[in-house]
């Protein structure tokens, strides 16, 4: 299983969730809107995923909770729009009783210090 997260200006970035079904965070800024694919190759096409917004935020411009199905090539994408108060967004993904979780930060980018000598 694979997820696709847009980023902006940076492109996309491909995420593979750990072994406990969490992918590593991704930054997409304040109020910024993230095309999201999800790649499920061990499913069948028309299998029904159920995409919810823990945190705020909205899927597909006007909602927390969507179910959507599988095309045919097992993928999944919809939109996710973080708020303009920003912070850790959670977006949880089911199959029947298979769990995995986005987490994406809405705000400034993260500063990386460089270290100086």
Known sequence: MSAVV?????????????????FPRVPIGLGATAPITVSYPEAMPGDTITVQSEDGGQINASKTVIQ??????????????????????????????????????????????????
């Open 6 to 22: 847009g980023v902006g200006e940076q492109g996309a970035v491909r995420l593979t969730p750990n072994d406990l079904g969490l």
């Open 68 to 117: 959507a199905t599988l095309d045919d090539k097992r993928t999944l994408r919809f939109n996710f729009t973080s708020t303009q108060e920003g912070g850790i967004y959670h977006i949880t993904l089911r199959r029947g009783f298979e769990e995995k979780r986005l987490e994406l930060w809405g705000g400034p980018a993260p500063q990386v210090a460089s270290k100086t000598r």
